[in-house]
């Protein structure tokens, strides 16, 4: 039974009824580009093939059932009247989030039965959470007929996780999960969502990107998160500009003898030099130059430690072995604290270095990584 079928079958048990359709939004891995988003800067992600798949039917009496196929614990249903931010609610807060925003925004939606079943790794900085908000906000869309476009279903899918989750997550995940395309990067411009996606086909110049998950948990609501934002709008206030994103790299220096708090200062170091590095890379994958990119992102991993100290024994591990071993480059990715780093190597390269990974890990006695190859792949859409 392939795992559509068994979706299907799953939803008619739940709900004694037939789905309405099947929709999948994918996780992301971000190539570089780390905390920028929300610092309207630049970002370069590119979409998973592990999903959110999602058997929906819509209803029309007020009431909305959500059921994990990931998580123990009956279906949950709540009263789409009653949604609202600040209610708890585990893993079901992501969908029931997304209700109350479409619904907040103006949007007629009155209710839904949704299976859910992923396959994006949680707690691995992959956009699990993106992953299940989009795939409910593109089938609402879908079933209630709203007409949203794919920036405008993000942009909802943001504020509820902003909003009713409470996590001040930038746009990236949401956009990368909504928009991305198979064998690109999603250049995205996080102050207005201008986006153009960038070829990025690995397998045809002989290269592989492995996603190495420390399964270190990261809980980016407990406030490490929050505290960088916090301290990057504190340096944005103090330079009198809009974003970091509006300081030019030419103008670091200058803006850095400005400030006068020092974790502030790399801060700020972090995000104008991440920046640059975003549109170094652009450039040379658009030149073909696709090798060339291994030292940036290793450089970007060294920002991530030292300046946003967001990393962690384990990914520094993986960086380092990766790099000893001849990866061409690799950094942490995603929010931090844990989660997953990616490796840029030659594909006769790669058996070796994830070799040498397992037993770094082994001997440093950390838990054995989870490593995978990095296709990019299709954004969200509807299946069946």
């Not at 592990?50 to 058997?55: I, R, S, W, Y």
């Not at 153009?196 to 609501?221: C, M, N, S």
């Not at 993986?318 to 929010?335: N, S, W, Y």
Request: aromatic share 4%; glycine share 12%.
């Amino acid at each position: 039974m392939s795992g559509l079928d068994q979706l299907a079958d799953t939803f008619r048990e739940l709900y004694g009824r037939e789905p309405d359709g099947v929709w999948a939004a994918p996780g992301r891995i971000n190539l570089i580009g780390e905390h920028t988003d929300y610092n309207d800067g630049f970002v370069l992600p590119l979409a998973l093939p592990h999903t959110a798949l999602a058997a929906v039917a819509r209803r029309a009496d007020g009431v909305l059932r959500v059921h994990s196929a990931d998580v123990p614990g009956g279906v949950v249903e709540l009263d789409v009247a009653e949604l609202a931010p600040g209610g708890g609610g585990g893993w079901a807060a992501y969908p029931a989030g997304v209700v109350w925003a479409l619904r907040d925004a103006g949007h007629p939606v009155t209710g839904a039965d949704l299976h859910i079943a992923s396959t994006v790794p949680t707690g691995a900085g992959l956009s699990s959470s993106a992953a299940l908000e989009v795939v409910t906000a593109l089938a609402c869309d879908d079933l209630f007929e709203l007409g949203l476009k794919r920036w405008q279903l993000a942009r909802l899918c943001q504020r509820a996780e902003n909003v009713f989750v409470g996590v001040p997550c930038g746009i990236m995940d949401q956009t990368a999960s909504a928009c991305c395309t198979e064998g690109h990067a999603l250049h995205l411009d996080a102050r207005d969502l201008a986006q153009r996606q960038v070829p990025f086909d690995l397998a045809a110049e002989g290269l592989r990107l492995l996603v190495v998950d420390t399964r270190v948990q990261h809980e980016l609501g407990e406030g490490a998160y929050a505290r960088r934002r916090a301290g990057c709008e504190e340096g944005a206030r103090a330079l009198g500009v809009q974003a970091l994103r509006d300081v030019a790299p030419e103008q670091l220096d200058d803006a850095l003898a400005r400030l006068d708090d020092e974790t502030v200062r790399n801060y700020v170091r972090h995000v104008v030099t991440e920046n640059a590095r975003v549109e170094q890379v652009v450039s040379l994958l658009d030149r073909g130059e696709t090798r060339a990119i291994g030292p940036i992102l290793t450089a970007g991993h060294a920002s991530c430690r030292d300046d946003f100290a967001i990393s962690c024994p384990e990914l520094d591990l993986a960086v380092e072995t990766a790099g000893a071993a001849g990866a061409l480059g690799a950094r942490m990715t995603g929010g931090g604290f844990g989660g997953s780093a990616i490796v840029l190597a030659e594909e006769a390269d790669a058996d070796g270095i994830t070799k040498a990974l397992n037993e770094a890990f082994a001997s440093a006695g950390y838990r054995a990584p989870r490593i995978f190859p990095a296709v990019p792949s299709a954004g969200a859409r509807r299946l069946v």
